[in-house]
C-alpha cells in the first residue's frame, strides 16, 4: 500500500535528532492539480515522512503542518530576496508573518533564503549575505535563533575541480559573497546547503562517470573514482561531492560548518535523448540514497556522520517547462499514488499496491445510529466527502440505512486523507477493516486503484489563505494551479582507476 512505502526508513530521525542525519522530502508545487494542504499532509503522515521543504512559506500549508511534529524548512523565494536583502524592516515583517505567526504549532526549524541564488539570480548575490543577516536578526528579536537555523541552498556547480574532492574549491570569483556567508553559517552553527544532482553529473560526465557509480550500486575497488592526493576511495558520485564541499570549504579555512543537501534525487522518466531517466534508475537511486542517509554511513572524509538530505521529491510536477525529465522527479503522482515502489529492504520491494493487503474504513459493529448519523452528516458536509453516491437512484443508494451510508462515507474520508489511521475514528463508531465493503454496483474508493475517487479529490489553490467552505458543496469540485520554477546546472570532472 502507498502508506508503506517509505515506513521502514522515513520513520524515524532517531535519538538524537540534532546529530543524526535524516531523509527528508521536497514539496513542489507546480502541478496542473495540486492537491490540498490537508491532503498533502495526510500523505507525508501516511509515509511517516518527518521533514520537509517547502519553496516558499505558504499559509495553508503552514497550517495544515500545525501540530503534527513536521519539521519544516521554508523558503523566501528568490523574487522576494532583494527586498529582504535591502531592508531589515522587511526581513522583520517576513519573519513575523511567515515564522512568528506560525511557531511553535508548526515546527519550523529552518529558513533557506532564496535557492541556488549565485547561479539563478546573480543580480541579487550582492544582498544576499544580508538577507540572511536581517532574517537571523529578526529570529533573535523574537528569541528563536537557537530553534530556527538559516542558511541558503546552493547550486554544487559553484565547486569547481570537484574530483578528486581533496583539491576542490569554489568559483573564486564568487568569494566575496562565499567567505562572508560561510562565516555567517559558522558563527550561527548552520549548515551549507547543497543541491546535489548525480543524474546531472552524469549526463554531462561523456561517459566518464559510470551509471552505477551515480546509482551508489556496488563497485568493485578497481572500478571505484580515487583521490590521487589522499588515495582515498570513492564508490559514488554523492558522496565525492559532498566531501568536495567539505574540502572547498577548508581551502577558505573553514572547517566546522556541516553540509546538507536541500535536494537530490533521479527522474523517472525522460525524452529519447535521456534513455537513463527511467523508473528503475530513479528506483534505485533514491532507494540507495535513503539507506546511505539513515545509516548515518558518512562520507570517505567524514565517516559515520551522515548528510541530511532532502529527497527531490514529493509529487511529480506535470506543469514544469523544460524536458520531459523535469516533469517526472516525483515519488508519488498528484493522487498520491505512487511513481514506482522504493526498494527499502534487502528482500525485495515494499509492495505500495498490494491490494492483498488493502484497508477501509466501516461504521464499527454495534454503534450507536444517532451517533453514525452525526458522523454522516458531518462526513458529507464540513468533511467534505461527495455523497452523490447515496442519493436516490446512485449506485451507493441500497441498502437505504445508516450504517451503509456511514461505512460509504467514512471510506471515502478515510481514502480521501491518504488512510491516515487518524482518519477513521468519527468519534470512536468507526474502524479499519482489511474487508471490501463494495457490493454490487457499489465500488469503494479504496477498490478503484489509480482510477478511483483520490483522482478525483479537488480542492482549493495551495496559496488559499483560508478554507472556502463553499467549494465543497457535495457535487462541487474545483482544481488548483500554482507556479515553482527549480534550475540546475552541475559540472564535474572525474578520475577514476
Known amino acids: 500500500m502507498a502508506v508503506h512505502i517509505l515506513l521502514l526508513l522515513l520513520a524515524v530521525s532517531v535519538a538524537t535528532a540534532d546529530e543524526d542525519a535524516f531523509i527528508g522530502v521536497n514539496i513542489g508545487t507546480y502541478l496542473s492539480d495540486m492537491p ?71 515546527n519550523i526549524t529552518t529558513i533557506c533564503v532564496g535557492s541556488e541564488v549565485l547561479t539563478t539570480l546573480p543580480n541579487a548575490a550582492p544582498v544576499l549575505v544580508n538577507a540572511l543577516k536581517f532574517i537571523h536578526s529578526a529570529l533573535v528579536a523574537s528569541n528563536l535563533d537557537h530553534q530556527i537555523k538559516v542558511s541558503t541552498p546552493l547550486s554544487s556547480s559553484l565547486i569547481l575541480d570537484s574530483f578528486p ?3 576542490a574549491f569554489f568559483n573564486r570569483s564568487w568569494n566575496p559573497v562565499l567567505v562572508p556567508m560561510l562565516n555567517f553559517l559558522q558563527s550561527t552553527d548552520s549548515s551549507l ?11 554531462q560526465s561523456n561517459g566518464v562517470i559510470p551509471l552505477d557509480y551515480a546509482l551508489f550500486k556496488p563497485l568493485p575497488p578497481n572500478k571505484e573514482a580515487v583521490d590521487s592526493n589522499t588515495l582515498v576511495h570513492y564508490s559514488n558520485v554523492f558522496d565525492a561531492m559532498v566531501d568536495a564541499a567539505y574540502f572547498a570549504m577548508a581551502f577558505l579555512n573553514f572547517t566546522n560548518i556541516p553540509v546538507m543537501v536541500t535536494e537530490s534525487g533521479w527522474p523517472s522518466k525522460g525524452d529519447s535523448n535521456e534513455p537513463d531517466a527511467t523508473l528503475e534508475n530513479a528506483n534505485t537511486y533514491n532507494s540507495n540514497l535513503i539507506r546511505h542517509v539513515l545509516n548515518q554511513t558518512g562520507t570517505p572524509k567524514h565517516p ?17 517547462p523544460g ?14 499514488d505512487p511513481v514506482y515502489i522504493l526498494h527499502l529492504t534487502g528482500s525485495g520491494s515494499v509492495l505500495a499496491n498490494d491490494t492483498t493487503n488493502q484497508t ?30 447515496l442519493l436516490q437512484g446512485q449506485p451507493c443508494y441500497e441498502p437505504d440505512n445508516v450504517i451503509a451510508h456511514a461505512t460509504y462515507a467514512f471510506d471515502t474520508y478515510y481514502h480521501q486523507m491518504r488512510k491516515d489511521p487518524a482518519a477513521c475514528n468519527f468519534n470512536g463508531v468507526a474502524a479499519i477493516t482489511t474487508s471490501d465493503p463494495s457490493h454490487g454496483s457499489c465500488i ?54
Request: proline share 5%; hydrophobic share 40%.
Open 304 to 320: 559515520g556522520i551522515g548528510v541530511s538530505t532532502y529527497i527531490y521529491e514529493l509529487y511529480n510536477e506535470d506543469n514544469k
Open 444 to 497: 469503494f474508493p479504496g477498490s478503484l486503484g489509480k482510477n478511483g475517487t483520490m483522482a478525483n479529490i479537488t480542492a482549493p489553490s495551495l496559496n488559499s489563505t483560508i478554507s472556502d467552505s463553499s467549494a465543497y458543496k457535495i457535487y462541487g469540485s474545483s482544481s488548483l494551479r500554482s507556479i515553482l520554477t527549480v534550475i540546475r546546472l552541475l559540472v564535474w570532472g572525474f578520475v577514476f582507476l
Open 193 to 203: 546547503m547543497l543541491n546535489i544532482y548525480p543524474y546531472y553529473d552524469y549526463m
Open 165 to 167: 574532492p581533496s583539491q
Open 360 to 389: 477501509y474504513c466501516t461504521a464499527r459493529d454495534g454503534a450507536d445510529p444517532k451517533m453514525l448519523q452525526a458522523a454522516l452528516d458531518w462526513a458529507c458536509g464540513p468533511g467534505k466527502v461527495d455523497c452523490s453516491a
Open 36 to 106: 490540498h494542504p490537508t491532503q498533502v499532509v495526510a500523505l507525508l503522515k501516511a509515509q511517516q515522512i518527518r521533514h520537509v521543504r517547502l519553496y516558499d512559506a505558504d499559509r495553508g500549508m503552514l497550517v495544515a503542518l500545525a501540530n503534527t511534529g513536521i519539521k519544516v524548512a521554508v523558503s523566501v523565494p528568490n523574487e522576494q530576496l532583494l527586498g529582504i536583502g535591502q531592508s531589515n524592516s522587511t526581513a522583520a515583517n517576513w519573519v513575523s508573518r511567515n515564522i512568528v505567526a506560525h511557531y511553535p504549532a508548526t
Open 323 to 336: 524536458p520531459l525529465s523535469e516533469k517526472n522527479w516525483g515519488l508519488f503522482d498528484a493522487n498520491g
